[in-house]
């Protein structure tokens, strides 16, 4: 299970890790076409003043161009390749922010722990579902919608107290950026493990929790 940069087989590059030289208008049809994932625009960059600002308007954005653009963000998601593709043609440099808690919740950690726990997760011949890496050095597992609910309990089980581990499990109501969508001057949202056909069936969050907790146990 090497998934950091992994180097995929002809017959899977068909699907989705198309993205290096692709619109972010292309990248999010395929979200939603190949994918089935509900996707909506966020904010974009803007140049001030030969400066990349936030399209918010607010200089010390803390996610500049990566954030919803609209307080009814969740009411815009749509699962429709066409739909996507008219709402990213009114503003093609948009970022691309994935609703959770609808196709799949993702379990958010510090970049530290999510590259230790990937690497146990290996040595545990574990089936990964795809997994982002932010350029806030934030890692975002993908897992089966409902794991926001669980992971509380599922840590404790493991003897961990939830609020002591930098690990949070985003459902309903929460969202993550989608690559190659870019947080300012910082970069680009990466997959450290990328979606192909062998992951689209997602894991349950009980199947990663172990090795997850583990990582940020040893990262505190």
């Keep these: 299970m090497m998934c950091v940069e992994e180097t995929i087989e002809a017959t899977e590059a068909a699907q989705i890790p198309k993205q290096r030289g692709e619109s972010l208008l292309e990248t999010a049809v395929r979200y ?45 998601a ?3 390749a066409t739909v996507a593709r008219r709402m990213w043609s ?17 379990i958010s950690v510090a970049e530290t722990a999510g590259f230790l726990a990937l690497a146990r997760m290996e040595r545990m011949e574990l089936t990964l579902g795809p997994v982002t890496l932010t350029p806030d050095r934030r890692m975002h597992f993908f897992v089966l919608p409902g794991a926001a609910v669980k992971v509380p ?30 947080f300012g001057s910082r970069g680009a949202v990466q997959w450290a493990c990328r979606p192909t056909p062998a992951n689209r069936w997602l894991p349950d969050a009980e199947e990663l929790i172990s090795p997850l907790a583990y990582a940020c146990g040893r990262d505190r």
């Design 32 to 76: 939603a076409e190949e994918r089935h994932w509900d996707v909506f625009p966020g904010t974009w960059l803007e140049a001030v003043d030969g400066v990349q600002r936030c399209s918010c308007g607010d200089a010390a954005c803390g996610a500049p161009g990566a954030h919803p653009a609209r307080a009814d963000w969740a009411t815009q």
């Design 78 to 80: 749509t699962g429709s």
């Design 90 to 106: 009114k503003q093609p440099l948009s970022s691309i922010l994935l609703p959770t808690g609808r196709t799949f919740d993702a």
């Design 153 to 182: 309990d599922l840590v404790r089980k493991l003897g961990w107290a939830p609020a002591s581990l930098d690990l949070v499990a985003l459902g309903e109501g929460s969202y993550v950026a989608a690559p190659p969508t870019r």
